[in-house]
């Protein structure tokens, strides 16, 4: 039952699983580090187990990161600093410890071959439209997880995510609905277009020096230049607190109490020849069973063989050499046969769904636990790691403190910090044009320095978390107010603006005659392209504009034509057929479940209120409960 439901949802579980295990082990990665330090100072506790502060800052970071990704340059880093963001973070919180203890309670358990069979499915280790056993090594090795321990994740995540779906399923879509978004989205139209191009009438016009000079006149607020100031700027990241050693027993005890990251499971190295069923089972059986004679008559041409029969072209190329895999990464029947088999062995054929395997083992690697020795260097670094973020978050409000508390100057956090100080010049309202510069420098530092304290009285910004684990302060060295260009100044930009709003008017009102004769029944009026087939979802290149206009008409007043005026000119559509394909039963569920997605954040919501209730969430430190409930609790005390 549940690996059938895993098969019907496996889209969208595995949109969840990009998102919450591939990037940041968000859930896991903050109870595995509850292990590590101690429970004072807990904030939250839910089933009497402790939410500590430590916990709260990394979603934090990580609900920043995430929010700056998405809104770009609207992101503000203080989004989150406010009484009801830091509640609702809370929330969040005690809402997954809450359903980590439901899994156990319900008794969910997600196999190892489900959890196996989506990484499979994972984009990130996709190569060539097939699972890459390379890849998810590579993945693996970058993070330091054993293939186990990596699946153990998984198996969780699905578990979660196989309850909450249950909520977000139950929300009911009327049929009428999918059937509208279906409609929306597949119908297609037939067309031909013909444009009439402003740049045609640009050598035509003539600008006078009067008619520019009047522009600029009645258009003064577009000449505008608007306030500049030059800055100097300092930052302030984990990375300079990098330096420090592990004693060799912290490296000892980190090894010790991770044993599943430093496990390698059993891999095999295998070679196979494949024959597909393309010309029928009975003969590809028939075929197999004489290379597997072949095979066996002379086993050092394996090689060979496989480059010369193989049907699978990407290790036909390697003598069908398939690398190292462990155990859930290939189908079962082949898994089966190598796992069973001795280095050296020669196999088959095995029959799975791609069709009669000649399987040959050629190296085996034993399952092992890494010795402290060789992991040394990966402890030492995740060391440093956690070391320099602790650092950071102790002196995060030092440096806070240091540049509000000397606001007319950044030296003393230059020195103190060894950071050097970084300067720019030319900065508007607009913010920095270069993308590197622009991370440090975003829409919420430069609103700062153009506050008023800043901009006139030289002061220092307040320290800005601009991303996860980095602080930057800036403080406005030169300042230029705004002033109108001279026209001069303006003469050739306006000229060039001109030229192009009345080159765009003069083919607008080509193309408007042109259509007007098309409606006529002149249909010889102009010479269309080739009819294209176009639809919401595909536009073919088609302009914004076009594509609104010909899906407007009504399908029963076709054939029609079509007119609009766009940026580049004006083009005129001869929309001759509309075509909307019927819609299965499998088309109106998928709409339905988008549909549902969207609406279903609020069952999801009392959902997670009724788990807080029920495994007994207690928000415990009033910093982090609404502010009715701090207030209340603040005269608790008076009224005894």
Same mark, same amino acid.
């Given at each position: 039952?549940?690996?059938? =439901?895993?098969?019907?949802?496996?889209?969208? #579980?595995?949109?969840?699983?990009? !998102? =919450?295990?591939?990037?940041?082990?968000?859930?896991?990665?903050?109870?595995?580090?509850?292990?590590?330090?101690?429970?004072?100072?807990?904030?939250?506790?839910?089933?009497?187990?402790? $939410?500590?502060? @430590?916990?709260?800052?990394? +979603?934090?970071?990580?609900?920043?990161?995430? =929010?700056?990704?998405?809104?770009?340059?609207?992101?503000?880093?203080?989004? #989150?600093?406010?009484?009801?963001?830091?509640?609702?973070?809370?929330?969040? $919180?005690?809402?997954?410890?809450?359903?980590?203890?439901?899994?156990?309670?319900?008794? +969910?358990?997600?196999?190892?071959? *489900?959890?196996?069979?989506?990484?499979?499915?994972?984009?990130?280790?996709?190569?060539?439209?097939?699972?890459?056993?390379?890849?998810?090594?590579?993945?693996?090795?970058?993070?330091?997880?054993?293939?186990?321990?990596?699946?153990?994740?998984?198996?969780?995540? !699905?578990?979660?995510? #196989?309850?909450?779906?249950?909520?977000?399923?139950?929300?009911?879509? &009327?049929?009428?609905?999918?059937?509208?978004?279906?409609?929306? %989205?597949?119908?297609?139209?037939?067309?031909? +277009?013909?444009?009439?191009?402003?740049?045609?009438?640009?050598?035509?016009?003539?600008?006078?020096?009067?008619?520019?000079?009047s522009f600029w006149t009645n258009n003064q607020k577009l000449f505008?230049? &608007?306030?500049?100031?030059?800055?100097?700027?300092?930052?302030?990241?984990p990375s300079l607190f990098a330096n420090v050693q592990p004693t060799?027993?912290?490296?000892?005890?980190?090894?010790?109490?991770?044993?599943?990251?430093?496990?390698?499971?059993?891999?095999?190295?295998?070679?196979?020849?494949?024959?597909?069923?393309?010309?029928?089972?009975?003969?590809?059986?028939?075929?197999?069973?004489? !290379?597997?004679?072949?095979?066996?008559?002379?086993?050092?041409?394996?090689?060979? $063989?496989?480059?010369?029969?193989?049907?699978?072209?990407?290790?036909?190329?390697?003598?069908?050499?398939?690398?190292?895999?462990?155990?859930?990464?290939?189908?079962? @029947?082949?898994?089966?046969?190598?796992?069973?088999?001795?280095?050296?062995?020669?196999?088959? &054929?095995?029959?799975?769904?791609?069709?009669?395997?000649?399987?040959?083992?050629?190296?085996?690697?034993?399952?092992?636990?890494?010795?402290?020795?060789? +992991?040394?260097?990966?402890?030492?670094?995740?060391?440093?790691?956690?070391?320099?973020?602790?650092?950071?978050?102790?002196?995060?409000?030092?440096?806070?403190?240091?540049?509000?508390?000397?606001?007319?100057?950044?030296?003393?956090?230059?020195?103190?910090?060894?950071?050097?100080?970084?300067? =720019?010049?030319?900065?508007?309202?607009?913010?920095?044009?270069?993308?590197?510069?622009?991370?440090? $420098?975003?829409?919420?530092?430069?609103?700062?320095?153009?506050?008023?304290?800043?901009?006139?009285?030289?002061?220092?910004?307040?320290?800005?978390?601009?991303?996860?684990?980095?602080?930057?302060?800036?403080?406005?060295?030169?300042?230029?107010?705004?002033?109108?260009?001279?026209?001069?100044?303006?003469?050739?930009?306006?000229?060039?603006?001109?030229?192009?709003?009345?080159?765009?008017?003069?083919?607008?009102?080509?193309?408007?005659?042109?259509?007007?004769?098309?409606?006529?029944?002149?249909?010889?009026?102009?010479?269309?392209?080739?009819?294209m087939t176009l639809s919401r979802g595909k536009p073919q290149n088609?302009?914004?504009? #076009?594509?609104?206009?010909?899906?407007?008409?009504?399908?029963?007043?076709?054939?029609?034509?079509?007119?609009?005026?766009?940026?580049?000119?004006?083009?005129?559509?001869?929309?001759?057929?509309?075509? %909307?394909?019927?819609? *299965?039963?499998?088309?109106?569920?998928?709409?339905?479940?988008?549909?549902?997605?969207?609406?279903?954040?609020?069952?999801?919501?009392?959902?997670?209120?009724?788990?807080?209730?029920?495994?007994?969430?207690?928000?415990?430190?009033?910093?982090?409960?609404?502010?009715?409930?701090?207030?209340?609790?603040?005269?608790?005390?008076?009224?005894?």
């Amino acid at each position: 039952m549940l690996l059938e =439901l895993f098969r019907n949802h496996k889209r969208w #579980l595995m949109f969840i699983a990009m !998102i =919450l295990v591939i990037p940041s082990f968000v859930v896991t990665g903050i109870y595995s580090y509850n292990r590590m330090i101690s429970d004072d100072g807990a904030i939250a506790k839910v089933d009497d187990v402790s $939410i500590l502060p @430590q916990q709260f800052d990394e +979603v934090k970071r990580q609900q920043l990161e995430t =929010l700056r990704e998405r809104l770009g340059e609207n992101f503000r880093s203080n989004m #989150l600093d406010s009484r009801e963001a830091r509640v609702a973070l809370l929330k969040r $919180i005690m809402s997954d410890r809450a359903l980590i203890g439901e899994v156990s309670l319900e008794n +969910v358990e997600v196999s190892e071959a *489900t959890a196996i069979e989506l990484i499979k499915t994972l984009p990130a280790f996709q190569q060539d439209g097939k699972f890459s056993p390379t890849a998810y090594q590579n993945f693996l090795a970058s993070r330091g997880y054993s293939d186990e321990y990596f699946v153990s994740i998984m198996r969780g995540d !699905i578990a979660r995510e #196989l309850l909450t779906s249950g909520v977000t399923r139950s929300v009911i879509v &009327p049929k009428t609905l999918s059937q509208q978004l279906f409609d929306l %989205l597949n119908e297609k139209r037939d067309v031909a +277009v013909y444009t009439v191009p402003s740049a045609d009438f640009m050598k035509s016009i003539k600008i006078t020096d009067e008619d520019a000079r009047s522009f600029w006149t009645n258009n003064q607020k577009l000449f505008e230049r &608007p306030d500049e100031i030059d800055i100097e700027y300092v930052v302030l990241t984990p990375s300079l607190f990098a330096n420090v050693q592990p004693t060799e027993e912290d490296i000892k005890s980190f090894y010790e109490q991770n044993p599943n990251r430093f496990r390698a499971a059993e891999e095999r190295r295998a070679s196979h020849i494949l024959v597909d069923l393309s010309e029928g089972e009975e003969k590809a059986k028939a075929k197999a069973d004489e !290379i597997m004679k072949a095979v066996e008559a002379a086993p050092g041409d394996f090689e060979k $063989i496989a480059r010369e029969k193989s049907s699978d072209p990407a290790s036909a190329k390697d003598g069908g050499d398939l690398g190292f895999f462990g155990r859930g990464m290939m189908v079962p @029947q082949f898994e089966e046969a190598v796992f069973k088999a001795k280095k050296g062995d020669i196999v088959g &054929p095995v029959k799975s769904e791609f069709g009669y395997h000649i399987i040959k083992v050629t190296d085996v690697k034993a399952e092992s636990v890494r010795p402290l020795s060789e +992991v040394r260097d990966e402890i030492v670094r995740l060391y440093q790691e956690q070391e320099s973020q602790k650092r950071f978050a102790q002196e995060a409000e030092n440096f806070s403190n240091m540049v509000y508390e000397q606001s007319d100057t950044l030296a003393p956090v230059v020195e103190k910090y060894g950071i050097k100080a970084q300067t =720019l010049k030319g900065l508007t309202a607009e913010g920095p044009s270069d993308p590197a510069v622009k991370k440090l $420098i975003n829409q919420h530092v430069v609103e700062s320095l153009f506050a008023e304290e800043c901009l006139r009285e030289k002061r220092n910004t307040q320290a800005i978390e601009v991303s996860s684990n980095t602080l930057v302060a800036a403080r406005v060295t030169a300042y230029r107010p705004t002033h109108v260009m001279s026209f001069e100044e303006a003469r050739s930009d306006i000229m060039a603006r001109l030229t192009r709003e009345r080159a765009l008017d003069e083919a607008s009102a080509k193309g408007g005659e042109l259509l007007k004769s098309l409606r006529s029944g002149k249909a010889d009026a102009v010479k269309f392209g080739d009819t294209m087939t176009l639809s919401r979802g595909k536009p073919q290149n088609q302009s914004f504009e #076009l594509i609104n206009a010909v899906m407007r008409v009504p399908a029963k007043e076709l054939p029609a034509y079509v007119g609009v005026r766009t940026a580049d000119g004006f083009q005129i559509a001869h929309v001759t057929k509309s075509d %909307l394909p019927p819609a *299965t039963d499998g088309d109106l569920s998928l709409g339905a479940n988008e549909l549902a997605q969207m609406f279903g954040p609020s069952d999801l919501t009392m959902y997670y209120d009724a788990l807080r209730t029920k495994h007994e969430a207690v928000i415990l430190s009033d910093q982090y409960k609404p502010e009715t409930e701090a207030a209340d609790a603040a005269q608790k005390p008076a009224q005894n």
